[in-house]
DNA sequence: TCAGTTGTAACCATAATGGTTACAATAAAA
DNA sequence: TTTTATTGTAACCATTATGGTTACAACTGA
């Protein structure tokens, strides 16, 4: 199973929001505008944002804003704040190997190391990349 | 989302083969023992173990082996047998950014590079890992 | 022929995703 | 104060994936 577009568009959303907050108000309506899709789809994932600390939205007069230096707010983040996982683990295991087979019984022990390693190289390299590294990039290549 | 258990399923099943071969003959219905699932899903893995080249079976007579060295199949091969991804990419980028909004037009630029080394950091781990591993550790474990 | 097993179709319930409409709550401007 | 624009959220919907289950034809060796 695919990581949702939740991810994407939440990225989309802080690129959105650094480079248009001059000429624009960021509202859900331009965000979904520039996205393609639903303004309320729009409005739950700044919800989730919000909820991280990572954007500041604005009731009644409208407009979202970045909460953080952009340095400081990784894919790590990011992705943690809109992609909610069961007990934070990447991998779903089945649920009850027979603890009655020498292998059932032992599985965990096995395997579960393994795929906290797994898992954790993927999330180092989220921490590698943040806003202020699309900020930038952005800006290079539009001018 | 989670990576679906029919990895650690099919994980499981390499262990067993390779635990239990020499006792038992490894049927559908012996691996859902083990495992405590339907004998049905442990077919559809197997299934898809063997269109990857990785599992032998045996109609009519019955029975699954595993294809080739056990150091020669790692955890990443598993997990590309039994996972399809769309286009082979682990993250669902949203459909249609607007090419009329200067970010809508160059997202992709910006993060497809990032995303597919995330991805790779993933999969690079999960080719530390081989059955090879598994069978080693579970003997120590065993004994 | 018989028994045991695989391969697969046809279902089912549940959950997640992405989308949509509707509307109360809010806050600023007129 | 009223109006206007916007958010927050509930309530749906269609589609898809997962994990499970029953059923049965096809196969193979005994």
Redesign the pocket.
Known sequence: ??I???FTIALHIFSCIDVCKKDY?????FLAGSI??????I??I??QL?NAGLII????????EIAKPLDEISFYDVYKAV?SL?DDTLF?F??NPNILCPVGKNIHFLLDKKLQNIQKAMEDEMKKYTIADLSKESKTFLS
């Open positions: 199973m695919q949702s577009s939740r108000k960021i509202t859900s309506d393609n899709t639903n303004p309320v789809i409005r739950k700044l919800q919000k939205v604005k009731r009644g007069t409208g407009g979202a992609e069961e779903h089945h649920e």
